[in-house]
Every structure is written in structure tokens, then in C-alpha cells.
């Protein structure tokens, strides 16, 4: 935002008056009046005008106020895996609620809270320390004291099958990744299997803990965590891989899309430096062609 720009404006005469056009002469009171009026005058002007320092001020105030929002109640990510596909693309740029979700405080008493519901789509950081600060986004499935299994990719929730119309199924269609695979769409049924995936996922302490909390085939959701999947299961690295999402590391929710742009599914492992300067001219020389205007303020849900 740009500092304000204060302008002196000449008073007008008013409609009634005649404007003098002409130099009229004056007594000596009338001059010492004047005289003494014209420092006040042109003091009054110096007053009007903003200097250096308030306007370095002002900027620095909008600059801090932005900050606070950016990071304390809203945030945006830039979405690079087809894991939420079709909800979210690779290349939607989201606009994330940091507040909503945040665990209740007394400074701000004011703001609606909640906890996280199923069905929610969260962003969090992904738990266990052999991969820390790296945010997902994923819906949640399980909230604590459910229990959870699926069978050939349908989950069933407390032992009732789940009609979910934005996930993706297993399926015939060619592609290994998308055929049915036991550890992943018969979950938790196939331990070896899971540990298998897990250790390669970076996770191999999730492994280790899944047996703690599987009951007759069920997984059941303990206290102050929740259960996460990707909508599109066949391409998802999510909580079968890496286990719970712990309440404290849910960042927020996903708002809308501010802005989506035609992205590569391998742009994401592009992480050299010509890499990234190549792709931001192909977007500055792209942008009009390749945006998805259509998803543009598209709401997340």
C-alpha cells in the first residue's frame, strides 16, 4: 500500500464574493497585518506536508500489519504432488485459514475456534522427525476413538463403508501405480507390506508403531491426533505411510484458489537453480495461455 499523500488546497471564494483581480493599495495597519500573518501562513503549509521519516513510518506500519496476517492468520501454498487430485491440482495456489483451526487462546477470545472434523482438508506438518518442516495437505479422515479400515480402496469408518465422490479409486487403466495394491488399499491388514512402504516413505518409526494401535482390523484413532489421506489414494503418500497427524501440527485449512497455473507433475524435483529460473520465465511468457482462469477464487471443500 502506498503512504498517503496529503495535498495543500488554495481556500476558495465563496459563490457571493468577488474575486479580486487587481493590486489595491492598503494602510500601514492593514500591511502590518498582513506581514504578521504570513509566517503563521506559511507555517501552516510547511505542517501539511509529509515528511521523509513519516512516510518510512507509514510504510513500515502497512508492512508490519501484512506480515501479522501472512503469518498469524493466513498463509499461502503453492500445491506440487497430484495427491488431492481432483480437489486440488498441481499448480493451484492456495489461501490457507490459520485461525479457525488453531488451538483456542485468551488474547484472542473473540475468534471463532474449532476442531478439526471429518472431512476437513488440513494443512499440517508432516509428523516423526526423519522428514521435519515439510508441510502436506491432505483430508482428515479419522478423528480420535475411530476406527478405520478400507478394502480395496473404501474406507470404512466405524464399520460402515464411506460413499467419498472425490476420491480415487484403485483401478484398471494401465498404470501399475493405480492397480490394486494390499498394503495400501486393504489398510492395515498387510503389516509387512506397510513397514516395506514406510521405511521408503522416511517413516520407518510409523512401522514400528502400527501395531500398537490396530484392533481386530481396525485402526483406531487415539487421543489428540487425527487420521489424514490424499483424495486421490492410488497417489498418495499419506497417513497409511507415515501414521497420525497430531493436533499441534495442523497448520490450517485450505480457503480457496487464488491462483492456478498450468505446473509439470516432475516440477517439483526440478530444485536447481537454472531449473527454477527457467520455469519463471516460462510463467511470466505464459501466464495468460496457461493459467486455469476457471479456477481462479475456485472454494476448497
Avoid at 79 to 86: F, L, N, T, V
Avoid at 106 to 112: D, E, F, G, P, Y
Avoid at 226 to 249: C, H, I, K, Y
Avoid at 276 to 292: L, P, Q
Wanted: proline share 7%.
Amino acid at each position: 500500500m502506498d503512504p498517503k499523500r496529503y495535498t495543500n488546497f488554495a481556500p476558495h471564494a465563496e459563490s457571493g464574493d468577488r474575486i479580486l483581480t487587481d493590486i489595491t493599495t492598503t494602510t500601514p495597519d492593514e500591511q502590518s497585518i498582513n506581514s504578521a500573518s504570513t509566517p503563521a501562513t506559511t507555517e501552516l503549509q510547511h505542517d501539511d506536508h509529509e515528511t521523509a521519516l513519516e512516510s518510512l513510518a507509514s510504510i513500515c506500519t502497512v508492512l508490519a500489519v501484512g506480515l501479522f496476517v501472512m503469518t498469524f492468520i493466513f498463509q499461502n501454498f503453492e500445491i506440487p504432488s497430484a495427491s488431492m487430485e481432483k480437489t486440488l491440482l498441481i499448480g493451484d495456489h492456495v489461501l490457507v485459514d490459520r485461525i479457525s483451526l488453531a488451538p483456542p487462546s485468551l488474547w484472542a477470545s473473540i475468534v471463532h475456534y474449532r476442531d478439526v472434523r471429518r472431512g476437513d482438508i488440513i494443512v499440517f506438518l508432516k509428523p516423526h522427525p526423519e522428514t521435519p518442516d515439510l508441510y502436506l495437505v491432505k483430508r482428515c479422515i479419522g478423528i480420535p476413538g475411530d476406527r478405520i479400515h478400507l478394502r480395496d480402496g473404501v474406507v470404512y469408518l466405524n464399520g460402515v463403508a464411506q460413499n467419498e465422490p472425490n476420491a480415487q479409486m484403485p483401478r484398471d487403466d494401465g498404470d501399475p501405480s493405480d492397480a490394486y495394491i494390499p498394503y495400501r488399499d486393504d489398510f492395515p491388514s498387510d503389516l509387512e507390506g506397510i513397514e516395506q512402504a514406510a521405511s521408503q516413505n522416511n517413516a520407518s518409526l510409523w512401522a514400528l508403531d502400527l501395531p500398537n494401535h490396530v484392533v481386530n482390523g481396525d485402526l483406531i484413532v487415539p487421543p489428540g491426533v487425527v487420521f489424514a489421506m490424499g483424495d486421490n489414494r492410488t497417489q498418495s503418500l499419506d497417513g497409511r505411510f507415515w501414521g497420525f497427524v497430531p493436533r499441534e501440527n495442523i497448520v490450517g485449512r485450505p480457503l480457496f484458489v487464488y491462483w492456478s497455473f498450468l505446473t509439470p507433475a516432475d516440477q517439483i524435483n526440478k530444485t536447481e537453480l537454472g531449473d527454477r529460473i527457467g520455469f519463471m520465465a516460462h510463467i511470466v511468457t505464459h501466464f495468460f495461455s496457461e493459467t486455469r482462469w476457471g479456477r481462479t477464487f475456485h472454494v476448497i471443500r
